[in-house]
C-alpha cells in the first residue's frame, strides 16, 4: 500500500510542477486514435473555496493551446501490443500538438480504457480519538479499509473516497471539523492490469514526457459527457471507442463503478469487412458514410457500392443495398448494447434514483443508435458530447474527444484520491524525526 | 521480423511514416525550449561574429594594416580644405595684447580644426594680465576668432616692486613706469593694497570734493586705511566701515573747513572718538596765543 501510495504522490507532485510552469498534456490513447491536448493555466481563477461551484464553473481556468489527433497504432482493445508502433503514434499526437502550441511540454496526464478495470466498493468504520473530525481522523478511516485482494498482477488505479458517515448521519462530502463519535467512509477503488499500465509508462517515458496522473477513459469521459445534475442524480456514460467500451456511473458527482466491454467500433469494422468482403479502410469509410442500425423500407433500394482494387472489374463493380449494411452492423451494435446492460444490471443500476444513460464516444455516432440503445437499455437514453472547454478547436468536439476533454477537466480540477490525504501516523513508516515533528505540529 | 521489412519495404517506395523519428522529435522539443531559442537567435550569432573577429584580428601585421588604415583615414578627413584653419583674427585687444596673443598661442598655420582645443587655447589667453574674457571659435571660412575684453586700468599701485595699474577688481592689469603717464588714475600704495581695490574706488567716488588735494590712499599694515592729502595731512581711517568715516570728515571739512587748517593728522580710527592733531607750528602758536591771553588777563 505504501508503495501506491508513493507512485501516485508522484504523479500528484508531477502534476503540481505542470501548474506551476502552466503547461500540461493530456494524452488520450484510444484504440483507433490518439489525441494529444496541451493545455495552458492562465492563473487560477477560483471560485469557492468548499468545491460548492463544480467542474463547469471551473473550465475557466485553463485553455487549449494546441491539439492534435493521429490514427492510433498498435494499441487493441484499449491495451498496447506494439509498443514502438504506439510510441511512434504518441510522438506525432504530441509533436502536432507542441507544433500547434509553440510551447514544449514536459508533463502528461494519460488515459486509456482497455485493462479490463473492476470496481471494489470499501467501507470502513473508525471511533474518533476526540469528538472533533481532523485531517488525520480521516487519513486514519481511509487507511482502516479493508483492501480486497484483488490479485497479483493487478494495480490500483482510483481509489476514491465517495461518502462519509458521521454517526448515522450519511451523505457528507468533508466531514472535516464536524463532531461526532464514529467515522465510516464509502470508498470506489478502480483496479487496472499492472502490465498495460506499465507498457504505456514507459511508451510516454520513451517520448521523453513526464506522467503527471493517469486515468481510466471511462472515468474521464463520464467527466465531460455528462452534465453537472445528471452526475449528481445518478447516470451512466457509456463510451462506445474502438476497441473497447467503457462504462462508468455517477452518483454524487462521484464515480461508483467502472467497468469496460472489449467490443467496439473496430468490431463493427471487422465484421463490415468479413461480410462484404472488402478492405478494413474501406469498411471502415461504408460504416462512416453509409452506416445505420435501423433499416427502412427506402434502404433496400439504396445501393451502395463497396467496390475494391483488385483489378476483376465484376469484382470491383459490387454493391449492396442499405439494408444488408445495416443487417450486419446491427446485430453487432445489439450485443455490445446488451453486454452494457448486462454490465449495468450487475452494477446495480437500477436501484439509482435516476438511470440516465448516455452514449458517446466515436461509435455511438452511428445513425439511429439513440432508438435502439432505447430499445435495450431503457427510456432515459441521450447522445452525450463533451462539454466545450476554452480554445478547443472546432474539430476536437465530437463525442469521439469525450475522455480527452474529460481529462482536461481533470487536470484542472482533480477530484480526491485516496493518496491526496495524508498518511495516518501510525501507518507511517518514516523515520522518528518527521514523527515527532509531526507530534509537534498537531500538538502546537 | 514482418513488421521490420514491411518497414523497409515502405520506405523504399516512398510512403513515409508520418510518425516522427526519435531525432526529429527530440529536435523539434530543444527547439521549443526557451534557452534554446534565444540562445540559437543571438548566442550563435554573436559567437560566429566574435569568433571570426578574434581570428581576423589574431595576426599582428592585420592588426597593424588596420590601424594604419585608420589613422590614414582620419588623417585624410582631417586634413581637408573645410577644417583647416588658415588664420587667427583678434579683436578687442590693442596692438601690444594681441602681440602677446599670438606669442602665447604660437600656432603654425595652417592647422586642422582637430587639432585645435579651443578651451586650453582659452585657458592661455585668459592667464594674460591685460585679458579679463577672452572668447575663442573657429569661424566659418577657416579663421581662428579670437574675441577679447581688456582689462581696464582703475588705480595705480606702488609697492615696492614699482608702479602697477590694477583694475576695479584688483588685478595686475600692467606695470607702469611713470606716473605721470595715467595721472587721472588714483594712487594706492602699501602692502595689500590690490585685494581692496574696490573699497579704494569706493573711498574715490567719496573723496571727489578734496579734489587736486588728494594724493592717494595708503593702506595701513595691510588692514585699513589713510587718505594722504598734501601738505602731510593724513586722514586716519578704520578698518571697519571706512566710507561713512571719510563722509563725516568731508561733512566736517567742508562746514568748518577743517582740513583747510593747520591739521596734521584727522584720526577717525575710533568711531565715537574722532581725533584731530594739530601740526608743531601750530601747537606753538597756540602755546603763545595762550601765553598771550593768559598774560593779558
Redesign the interface.
Known amino acids: 500500500m505504501t508503495d501506491l501510495y508513493q507512485s501516485q504522490r508522484a504523479m500528484r507532485q508531477m502534476r503540481r510542477q505542470a501548474m506551476q510552469r502552466g503547461v500540461v498534456a493530456v494524452l488520450d490513447v484510444g484504440s483507433s486514435k490518439i489525441a494529444c491536448l496541451i493545455l495552458r493555466f492562465d492563473g487560477a481563477s477560483v471560485h469557492s473555496d468548499d468545491n460548492s461551484i463544480g467542474a463547469l464553473a471551473g473550465q475557466s481556468g485553463f485553455r487549449v493551446i494546441g491539439a492534435k489527433t493521429t490514427r492510433s497504432r498498435g494499441v487493441q482493445f484499449g491495451e498496447i501490443t506494439a509498443m514502438q508502433e504506439t510510441e511512434s503514434a504518441i510522438r506525432t499526437a504530441v509533436q502536432g500538438a507542441q507544433k500547434m502550441a509553440a510551447v514544449r511540454v514536459d508533463h502528461v496526464i494519460a488515459c486509456f480504457s482497455g485493462a479490463s478495470p473492476r470496481s471494489y466498493g470499501l467501507n470502513a468504520c473508525v471511533d474518533l480519538e476526540g469528538q472533533l473530525v481532523t485531517e488525520n481522523e480521516v487519513a486514519r478511516v481511509l487507511a482502516a479499509c479493508e483492501v480486497p485482494d484483488y490479485g497479483s498482477g493487478r494495480e490500483v488505479m482510483h481509489a476514491q473516497p465517495i461518502n462519509f458517515a458521521l454517526d448515522n448521519r450519511s451523505g457528507l462530502n468533508d466531514p472535516r471539523g464536524q463532531l461526532g463519535q464514529s467515522l465510516e467512509v464509502d470508498m470506489h477503488m478502480l483496479t487496472v492490469d499492472a502490465a498495460t499500465v506499465q507498457n504505456l509508462v514507459h511508451c510516454i517515458k520513451r517520448c521523453d514526457l513526464e506522467l503527471a496522473g493517469i486515468a481510466s477513459s471511462a472515468y474521464a469521459s463520464g467527466f465531460s459527457g455528462l452534465v453537472e445534475d445528471e452526475q449528481e442524480l445518478g447516470s451512466a456514460c457509456i463510451d462506445m471507442g474502438g476497441g473497447t467500451t467503457s462504462i462508468s456511473i455517477f452518483v454524487k458527482k462521484h464515480m461508483i463503478y467502472a467497468d469496460s466491454v472489449r467490443m467496439g467500433g473496430d468490431h463493427i469494422t471487422s465484421d463490415i469487412s468479413m461480410g462484404l468482403g472488402v478492405s478494413t479502410a474501406n469498411a471502415e469509410r461504408i460504416k462512416t458514410f453509409c452506416g445505420g442500425v435501423q433499416a427502412t423500407g427506402v434502404d433496400d433500394r439504396d445501393m451502395i457500392d463497396i467496390g475494391g482494387d483488385t483489378g476483376d472489374w465484376e469484382h470491383d463493380q459490387r454493391s449492396v443495398s442499405r439494408a444488408e449494411l445495416i443487417g450486419i452492423m446491427r446485430p453487432r451494435v445489439e450485443e455490445i448494447l446488451e453486454e452494457v446492460r448486462a454490465r449495468l444490471d450487475a452494477a446495480g443500476f437500477d436501484s439509482l434514483p435516476s438511470q440516465q444513460i448516455v452514449l458517446t464516444g466515436g461509435s455511438s455516432q452511428i445513425m439511429g443508435l439513440d432508438g435502439l440503445a432505447t430499445r435495450i437499455l431503457g427510456r432515459q437514453v441521450r447522445l452525450g458530447r463533451p462539454l466545450r472547454v476554452h480554445g478547443l478547436p472546432q474539430s476536437a468536439t465530437g463525442p469521439g474527444f469525450a475522455s480527452a476533454v474529460g481529462l482536461c477537466l481533470l487536470a484542472a480540477h482533480p477530484q480526491d484520491e485516496w493518496w491526496d490525504f495524508e498518511m495516518p501516523v501510525d501507518r507511517q513508516a518514516t523515520g522518528s524525526f518527521r514523527r515527532a515533528v509531526r507530534w509537534f505540529k498537531d500538538n502546537w | 521480423m514482418r513488421?521490420l521489412i514491411g518497414r523497409m519495404q515502405r520506405a523504399k517506395t516512398g510512403k513515409s511514416?508520418?510518425?516522427?523519428s526519435?531525432l526529429?522529435?527530440?529536435i523539434?522539443?530543444w527547439m521549443?525550449?526557451p534557452g534554446i531559442r534565444m540562445g540559437l537567435r543571438f548566442g550563435v550569432p554573436v559567437c560566429l561574429v566574435l569568433a571570426a573577429g578574434g581570428t581576423y584580428m589574431s595576426s599582428q601585421e592585420r592588426r597593424d594594416m588596420l590601424m594604419e588604415r585608420y589613422v590614414e583615414l582620419r588623417h585624410s578627413i582631417e586634413q581637408r580644405p573645410e577644417f583647416m584653419v588658415n588664420a587667427m583674427a583678434i579683436d578687442g585687444a590693442v596692438p601690444v595684447v594681441g602681440e602677446d596673443i599670438r606669442e602665447v598661442v604660437s600656432l603654425d598655420f595652417p592647422i586642422s580644426s582637430f587639432d585645435l582645443d579651443l578651451p586650453e587655447l582659452r585657458a592661455r589667453i585668459m592667464e594674460l594680465d591685460p585679458v579679463k574674457t577672452a572668447e575663442v571659435r573657429i569661424r566659418p571660412g577657416g579663421i581662428l576668432q579670437v574675441d577679447v575684453t581688456e582689462r581696464t586700468p582703475a588705480a595705480v599701485w606702488r609697492s615696492s616692486a614699482g608702479l602697477a595699474l590694477l583694475d576695479e577688481t584688483g588685478a595686475h592689469v600692467a606695470e607702469l613706469g611713470q606716473r605721470s603717464l595715467k595721472p587721472t588714475l588714483p594712487l594706492l600704495a602699501g602692502e595689500g593694497a590690490n585685494d581692496h581695490v574696490a573699497e579704494a574706488l569706493q573711498l574715490v567716488a567719496v573723496a571727489r570734493p578734496l579734489g587736486p588735494r588728494l594724493r592717494g590712499f595708503a593702506r595701513i599694515g595691510e588692514r585699513r586705511w589713510d587718505v594722504v592729502l598734501d601738505r602731510d595731512q593724513r586722514i586716519l581711517l578704520p578698518s571697519d566701515r571706512p566710507v561713512q568715516a571719510l563722509e563725516r570728515v568731508i561733512a566736517v571739512s567742508e562746514v568748518q573747513d577743517l582740513l583747510e587748517r593747520d591739521v596734521a593728522v584727522v584720526d577717525m580710527r575710533l568711531n565715537a572718538r574722532p581725533t584731530v592733531r594739530m601740526s608743531e607750528d601750530a601747537v606753538e602758536n597756540w602755546w603763545k596765543i595762550k601765553e598771550l591771553n593768559g598774560s593779558g588777563q
Open positions: 513488421a511514416d508520418p510518425a516522427p526519435r526529429k522529435y527530440r523539434q522539443r521549443l525550449t
